[in-house]
T-cell receptor
Framework: EAGVAQSPRYKIIEKRQSVAFWCNPISGHATLYWYQQILGQGPKLLIQFQNNGVVDDSQLPKDRFSAERLKGVDSTLKIQPAKLEDSAVYLC?????????????FGPGTRLTVL | GQNIDQPTEMTATEGAIVQINCTYQ??????LFWYQQHAGEAPTFLSY??LDGLEEKGRFSSFLSRSKGYSYLLLKELQMKDSASYLC??????????WGAGTKLIIKP
């Protein structure tokens, strides 16, 4: 079974530029998560999708971050414009369902450096 | 507020046993997860506890006390490949995972 795919793996941009990350979850997984992980910290949930609907985006900085999952499968996370403090690893995860025992499977992440 | 506390870093010797503690205060409780994260890699699932007691899985065991808001991950017969960060995460009343900052475990020969 293929795992969660993410691209690109690394990205370096200047502040105020825009960037987009792509994620393809495990086949059949209805729930998709985007996390931001700053070095030395645990993952911080940015947005959670159930199929193509948003379940939780309370910690997504909506003035600069956006995400979509149009067909309920793969997803894109965009940052526009980027700030220095956005430098982090962006992790995508998926689970078969939400609710109890929602073991999440993570992709390899995208390491973003904003200069 | 919601809070997960873990030690920042621990050091242990190859072949020994180490216990990584996690205390939590969350709005509701629907289970506690432990994940392992090697440097530069994604977290991978280790264990899940929702009832009090000990869950054993090979060299790894995880314990939960809901009344104390406390869990630990026990690693036996430590190997060099166990050097990683160990993340504690609690599923709250909305089934959202609240993550700790992780414990960096350093294994010495």
């Amino acid at each position: 079974e293929a795992g969660v795919a993410q691209s690109p793996r690394y990205k370096i941009i200047e502040k105020r530029q825009s960037v987009a990350f792509w994620c393809n979850p495990i086949s059949g997984h209805a729930t998709l998560y985007w996390y931001q992980q700053i070095l030395g910290q645990g993952p911080k949930l940015l947005i959670q999708f159930q199929n193509n609907g948003v379940v939780d985006d309370s910690q997504l900085p909506k003035d600069r971050f956006s995400a979509e999952r149009l067909k309920g499968v793969d997803s894109t996370l965009k940052i526009q414009p980027a700030k220095l403090e956005d430098s982090a690893v962006y992790l995508c995860a998926s689970s078969f369902r939400s609710g109890s025992y929602n073991e999440q499977f993570f992709g390899p992440g995208t390491r973003l450096t904003v200069l | 507020g919601q809070n997960i506390d873990q030690p920042t870093e621990m050091t242990a010797t190859e072949g020994a046993i180490v216990q990584i503690n996690c205390t939590y205060q969350t709005s509701g409780f629907n289970g506690l997860f432990w994940y392992q994260q090697h440097a530069g890699e994604a977290p991978t699932f280790l264990s899940y506890n929702v009832l009090d007691g000990l869950e054993e899985k090979g060299r790894f065991s995880s314990f939960l006390s809901r009344s104390k808001g406390y869990s630990y991950l026990l690693l036996k017969e430590l190997q060099m490949k166990d050097s990683a960060s160990y993340l504690c995460a609690v599923s709250d009343s909305n089934y959202q995972l609240i993550w700790g900052a992780g414990t960096k475990l350093i294994i010495k020969p």
